[in-house]
T-cell receptor, first 114, second 112 residues
Framework: EPEVTQTPSHQVTQMGQEVILRCVPISNHLYFYWYRQILGQKVEFLVSFYNNEISEKSEIFDDQFSVERPDGSNFTLKIRSTKLEDSAMYFC????????????FGPGTRLTVL | GESVGLHLPTLSVQEGDNSIINCAYSNSASDYFIWYKQESGKGPQFIIDIRSNMDKRQGQRVTVLLNKTVKHLSLQIAATQPGDSAVYFCAENPHAGNMLTFGGGTRLMVKP
């Protein structure tokens, strides 16, 4: 069964450093998402991406964040200058169709900012 | 584990019993709802979805009920098994885009 994969599973970084979280969505999907979940809290939407551009973003997704689909398979989330409060699980998701259709989540990357 | 942060309501059931997990959603304009299951250290896993033009949808051992009048969603799990132990989140699609807004989650514990 096809699945979303994410690397690394755990990333530890120093405050102020840049990190890139990587995702490989399901191959025939066209819609891509990043969500985050601070430990013990709700899953929160960050950004959605379609047709090589951002289609929606939340207030969390400020200028420190960017996304990219550098090739036909990868979807990345970059945090330019990490803050302590960026520590969270970051989930990538993909969907085959537009709104009101299932989003498949990856296993997540745990980001720890020291 | 989830030892800090938001305190999750917990539902404890005996193996073989039926479970009902409830969710109140916030946006009356939401027209699509999903239940996700999240096991420790894993990403949310799709269980079942429902569109607002329906009030009930059944899957394998699971049923979702939607009451738009009171903005309430429930997930019923029949013959609950130990493998059902997880945190369950409801999510809604609140407007014209694709973003999902997640609820706070309920921890289901199944006693053997």
């Amino acid at each position: 069964e096809p699945e979303v994969t994410q690397t690394p599973s755990h990333q530890v970084t120093q405050m102020g450093q840049e990190v890139i979280l990587r995702c490989v969505p399901i191959s025939n999907h066209l819609y891509f998402y990043w969500y985050r979940q601070i430990l013990g809290q709700k899953v929160e939407f960050l950004v959605s991406f379609y047709n090589n551009e951002i289609s929606e973003k939340s207030e969390i997704f400020d200028d420190q964040f960017s996304v990219e689909r550098p090739d036909g398979s990868n979807f990345t989330l970059k945090i330019r200058s990490t803050k302590l409060e960026d520590s969270a699980m970051y989930f990538c998701a993909s969907g085959g169709q537009g709104r009101n259709n299932e989003q498949f989540f990856g296993p997540g990357t745990r980001l720890t900012v020291l | 584990g989830e030892s800090v942060g938001l305190h999750l309501p917990t539902l404890s059931v005996q193996e073989g019993d039926n479970s009902i997990i409830n969710c109140a959603y916030s946006n009356s304009a939401s027209d699509y709802f999903i239940w996700y299951k999240q096991e420790s250290g894993k990403g949310p896993q799709f269980i079942i979805d429902i569109r607002s033009n329906m009030d009930k949808r059944q899957g394998q051992r699971v049923t979702v009920l939607l009451n738009k009048t009171v903005k309430h969603l429930s997930l019923q799990i029949a013959a609950t098994q130990p493998g059902d132990s997880a945190v369950y989140f409801c999510a809604e699609n609140p407007h014209a885009g694709n973003m999902l807004t997640f609820g706070g989650g309920t921890r289901l514990m199944v006693k053997p």
